[in-house]
């Protein structure tokens, strides 16, 4: 029953900032990779940017410079700061998480249900 919620998204002008973010809840033992994808009208899911639970980043090269991953492991929350948003940026964003449900359990991949970012010109 571990779930993943994003909230943050919305309607913003080329140029601007939005912060996502995404908790995670339920039956959680321990966390491992969190991260951020995005799906654009008429492309496949892409990686947008990853963060360890030692807190090293990864970042596609298409946001570098733009966006910013982190994550309060008090909180089990991952966070994606976006400035100097881009019309190419529209999306609906994913967050993702490596979740250990309990003590005797295996790693798994958990996703949120998606929020929509558009970036108007």
């Known amino acids: 029953q571990v779930q993943l919620v994003e909230s943050g998204g919305g309607l913003v002008q080329a140029g601007g900032s939005l912060r996502l973010s995404c908790p995670a809840s339920?039956?959680?033992?321990?966390?491992?990779?969190m991260g951020w994808y995005r799906q654009a009208p008429g492309k496949q899911r892409e990686l947008v940017a990853v963060?360890?639970?030692?807190?090293?980043?990864n970042y596609a090269d298409s946001v570098k410079g733009r966006f910013t991953i982190s994550r309060d492991n008090a909180k089990n929350t991952v966070y994606l700061q976006m400035n100097s948003l881009k019309p190419e940026d529209t999306a609906v964003y994913y967050c993702?998480?490596?979740?250990?449900?309990?003590?005797?359990?295996?790693?798994?991949?958990?996703w949120g249900q998606g929020t929509q970012v558009t970036v108007s010109s």
């Open positions: 993702n998480a490596e979740i250990r449900a309990a003590r005797w359990g295996a790693f798994r991949d958990y």
């Open positions: 339920g039956s959680i033992f321990s966390i491992n990779d």
């Open positions: 963060i360890t639970s030692g807190g090293s980043t």
